[in-house]
């Protein structure tokens, strides 16, 4: 039984929350809207949905929770994690159902659009806890900052991403573990490594990472570190992470970033897939690295995985900052390779024509065209065919990614000579591949080229496992690590 105290409390919380959720737009049903009325409307439905959430958790009604939620998101109480709204609720129901009521209240929200189908929203909250009877207090509050994504779905606003930022404690913190208690809950184990959420600029555009940290380092001791990176058109959400959070237990800073035009970061045009961009971001995160105070600017290394390899090999080439290279599962194409993949020297002609007509049409009007980046049933996508990576939600296919493929990105894309820098590259390098990966003929004729030879790892599986097969990535983790180990272990 909830003492009444609690309930008029909840029933407050309740009336309170649903006045902010649904503030009065000043669009009526039937008018035309103008751009301004869109925005407008738009922002009560995104508030709508946040508010949602804080009261249905509130209120135990957890279908409401569900549906605010896209169907993988990105939590980050600490440390960023990819959970479907299932596994979201599994965690917040025992635990919060064990306290006698909650009262969480957002305000002083901030609302951005990146697009027409994408938000961020900055708000302050507050989260009072009631336990009856508990030792030490039967109150807890809880303040601090939500930082929030959300993404139009066909069924209104979702939200991709939230994260909490504590702030003041006041009452009795140990509620929770009581809580915790009486849930039948253990404490959730340490996580062996932590995270840093950073920001740094690349001609002129702010690019956010995560830095992740091992969790046994001592204060100010100075780690090796790379960059790990992904395959073409990713974020840092997907591929990258699960090798960043193996890296990092193994004593490395491992940071990942979204490039220009994708994920968090800022620029446009958004989804280009431009190797002379996405290498010049990759220089301003050696730079990063290099002045980071966690970090020992003698020991850095480059991590690429399927396109983002010839990439790293770029800058590892030129930039005598990088004393390490590991390139895993490489996508490596020069002109006749990336014949032998679209469709002969036609078929290369015609997406180039493609993407300059996209590009002219960008420069004069602004407008992006952009395709799916992968799809079953539209043949002009980037990738087209049955590749359940990027379609399973459960897997790559995360609302953060986006599906899109800038049009004006073929010709870049197409005519990028990813094996031109091997005779250049002369820092120590790893490659584990497998002859069912992508093109395994590239790799071959990258290590060919190289001044000196490197150590190459012939492994099991399609291309594909070596984005989320545990097992290969677990593996191809440890190659990593033992080469970034070797080649990184003093000046």
């Keep these: 039984m909830i003492p009444t105290g609690a309930r008029v409390a909840i029933a407050a919380a309740a009336m309170a929350l649903t006045a902010c959720a649904n503030p009065t737009s000043a669009v009526q049903p039937g008018a035309q809207e103008n751009p301004m009325q869109n925005a407008t409307r738009d922002r009560a439905a995104i508030l709508e949905t946040l508010h949602n959430v804080a009261r249905g958790a509130d209120l135990r009604q957890w279908d409401t929770v569900r549906s605010a939620f896209a169907g993988r998101v ?145 204060e100010g001791e100075r780690l090796p570190a790379v960059a790990v990176l992904g395959s073409w058109t990713t974020v840092k959400e997907q591929m990258p992470s699960l090798y960043a959070q193996r890296l990092a237990p193994a004593g490395f800073a491992a940071l990942t970033f979204d490039f220009r035009g994708f994920g968090e970061s800022e620029g446009t045009p958004r989804h280009e897939e431009s190797p002379a961009r996405k ?58 390779l990336a014949a032998s993949v679209y469709g002969g020297p036609e078929g290369v002609a015609d997406r180039v024509r493609k993407g300059r007509e996209a590009r002219a049409r960008f420069e004069s009007t602004g407008e992006v065209s952009a395709v799916p980046a992968v799809s079953t049933t539209d043949a002009s996508a980037a990738m087209f065919g049955p590749f359940d990576y990027y379609l399973d939600v459960r897997r790559g296919g995360i609302p953060q990614w986006g599906n899109r493929f800038a049009v004006m990105s073929w010709p870049g894309w197409l005519e990028f000579d990813a094996l031109a820098s091997a005779p250049r590259l002369r820092a120590p390098t790893l490659i584990v591949h497998s002859e069912e990966g992508a093109i395994p003929d590239g790799a071959k004729r990258f290590a060919a ?19 989320d097969d545990p097992a290969t990535v677990d593996r191809a983790s440890q190659e990593a690590a033992a080469h970034l180990r070797a080649t990184l272990s003093g000046r």
């Design 74 to 218: 990105v939590l980050d109480y600490g440390v960023p994690e990819l959970l479907t709204p299932e596994e979201i609720v599994a965690r917040w129901q025992p635990l919060l159902s064990a306290f006698d009521s909650t009262q969480h209240v957002i305000r002083d929200e901030q609302v951005s659009f990146v697009g027409p189908d994408l938000a961020r929203v900055r708000s302050r909250f507050q989260a009072a806890h009631h336990l009856a009877g508990a030792a030490g207090g039967e109150l807890w509050s809880l303040d601090g900052g939500y930082e929030h994504e959300l993404a139009r779905a066909a069924s209104g606003w979702k939200v991709t991403r939230m994260r909490m930022i504590p702030g003041a404690s006041t009452g009795n913190a140990a509620l929770l573990e009581r809580a915790r208690e009486r849930a039948g809950l253990a404490a959730p184990p340490a996580p062996d490594y932590r995270v840093e959420h950073v920001r740094f600029s690349s001609q002129g555009a702010e690019l956010v990472g995560v830095l992740h940290l091992p969790a046994r380092a001592g």
């Design 279 to 336: 290498i010049e971001d990759l220089r301003a995160a050696v730079a990063f690295l290099s002045a980071h105070p966690a970090v020992d600017a003698g020991r850095l290394g480059l991590v690429g995985v399927c396109a983002s390899s010839g990439y790293i090999a770029a800058e590892a080439a030129d930039d005598p900052r990088v004393r390490s290279v590991v390139m895993i599962a490489p996508w490596l194409h020069d002109a006749a």
């Design 449 to 467: 080229a190289m001044p000196v030879a490197p150590r190459v790892v012939w492994m099991a599986g399609t291309q594909f496992h070596f984005y």
